[in-house]
């Protein structure tokens, strides 16, 4: 057992949205990931989707109303609600879901979430 560095994993790659599993929280990964640009439209129906930035500036679309979030901020969307996140500027965030979640909420269409 040991500390995770979470700014350290995030210096492991360049790669955005491509999340990188960190550690495990009962039958929950936690992820690291870096972001920049627009993502899917998406949703998922089987769990909440959380996310907390550890650096930069993140905006949460869903169709209702945007959620910004910046460093030191997290926020959940329900389970069931179509979002998007969307970044201007690169930033890093920390990512816990259920272990198997696709990243799109579609199987056919999620990265493959590689450990480091």
Known sequence: ?????????L???DEHWAP???GQYNDNDLMVVKVKG?????????TDDLFLVLEGEIDIEMLAETVTLRA????????????R?????????????PRNTPNTGDP???VTKETI
């Open 20 to 22: 990188r599993i960190v």
């Open 1 to 9: 057992m040991k500390a995770i560095n979470l700014a350290g994993k």
């Open 85 to 97: 996140p969307v970044a201007r500027e690169e930033a890093h965030l920390l990512i816990i879901e």
């Open 72 to 83: 030191g901020e997290m926020f959940v969307v329900p389970k069931g609600v179509e979002h």
């Open 38 to 46: 627009e993502f899917v439209w998406h949703d998922h129906a089987d």
């Open 108 to 110: 056919a269409t999620a």
């Open 11 to 13: 210096a492991s790659f």
